[in-house]
């Protein structure tokens, strides 16, 4: 006969040992599962960003979203671009005029308001027809890479002096001031291209000419390696009255001889003009590229 106390210790030593067996099977279970990774223990960005959603898929290349490579094509640089404003000027019109004005402001010595131009020596279209033809392909192109553009003239028909084509792009705070223009000579083997700026010691805005200078050595490089062209040495001269009077950077770009009888035919052509096009946009894109020192440039000048 077994005392009462044995009874209750056995009890109890049986209730133990279920204990211990449970627990035993429970540690045995919970050592065939990995242990949990950082990705487990916090949300991952793929689960929080909202990159991951239907929404914004998150870019197969593998780059960190918003870097250069998940970017469309050109939008970094469009977004750039919006920040300046390019005033383009195709020079002359189809109307003349011998009425003088001021060379720079205050000046009193006086020129020509508005002259035809030069014209094709074999192809016998006027400087102003070209100007203008390559201005608004130009214009298209900027717009298109994100620059604002303004069009100093967008008919023929029109009068318009060389201080008030200044002082549009003044007025509107142009970030550059492009001149377009086609060169002449009595020498028909001239030929090239070339960026007229003003002088470093330009009594009515000498602050302009680094700058000015600048934007037309990017021009002439960029024009010349995308069209073939010889790429003259740049002229600083102050007898320019739309370049006197300029607040801002300001070129005179010539771009071809009429007077050249192989030049006059290219500058008809209109896959050269394509040509020519993508080489002044490009120049500006590399003007304006400088990055900061641009956009300080127009910064203080806004201030």
């Known amino acids: 006969m077994i005392h009462q106390p044995s009874?209750?210790?056995v009890l109890f030593l049986l209730i133990g040992l279920l204990l211990f067996t449970a627990c035993k099977k429970a540690n045995d279970s919970a050592s065939l599962r990995p242990a949990p990774s950082e990705d487990e223990d916090r949300p991952s960005e793929e689960v929080t960003s909202s990159s991951s959603s239907p929404l914004f898929p998150k870019p197969d290349s593998g780059k960190e979203e918003g870097s250069r490579e998940s970017l469309p094509e050109g939008k970094e640089g469009e977004n750039f671009r919006r920040e300046f404003l390019v005033c383009l000027d195709p020079g002359h019109s189809a109307h003349a005029s011998a009425k003088g004005e001021s060379i720079g402001p205050g000046a009193?010595?006086?020129?020509r308001m508005a002259s035809l131009g030069s014209a094709g020596i074999r192809s016998g279209v006027g400087e102003y027809e070209v100007n203008l033809d390559v201005a608004l392909l130009l214009r298209d192109e900027l717009e298109s890479r994100g620059y604002r553009v303004l069009m100093i003239r967008?008919?023929?028909?029109v009068l318009v002096g060389n201080v008030e084509r200044a002082r549009m792009a003044n007025e509107a705070g142009a970030d550059a001031f492009l001149r377009l223009h086609c060169d002449g000579s009595d020498n028909p083997r001239a030929k090239g291209a070339m960026a007229v700026t003003i002088s470093p010691d330009n009594p009515?805005?000498?602050?302009?000419y680094r700058a000015s200078y600048r934007l037309g050595q990017a021009l002439v490089r960029e024009y010349t390696r995308a069209t073939g062209l010889v790429a003259r040495k740049s002229w600083t001269t102050d007898t320019m009255t739309g370049l006197n009077w300029a607040e801002g950077p300001a070129v005179l770009f010539e771009m071809g001889f009429l007077s050249n009888p192989e030049e006059d035919l290219l500058l008809q052509d209109h896959e050269f003009r394509e040509k020519m096009v993508q080489g002044l946009a490009d120049g500006l894109d590399v003007y304006?590229?400088?990055?900061?020192?641009?956009?300080?440039?127009?910064?203080?000048?806004?201030?």
């Open 108 to 111: 009193k010595e006086m020129k």
């Open 288 to 303: 304006f590229g400088e990055g900061s020192d641009a956009l300080k440039e127009k910064e203080d000048k806004d201030e």
């Open 204 to 208: 009515y805005h000498p602050e302009n």
């Open 7 to 9: 009874r209750k210790l």
């Open 154 to 157: 967008e008919s023929q028909d």
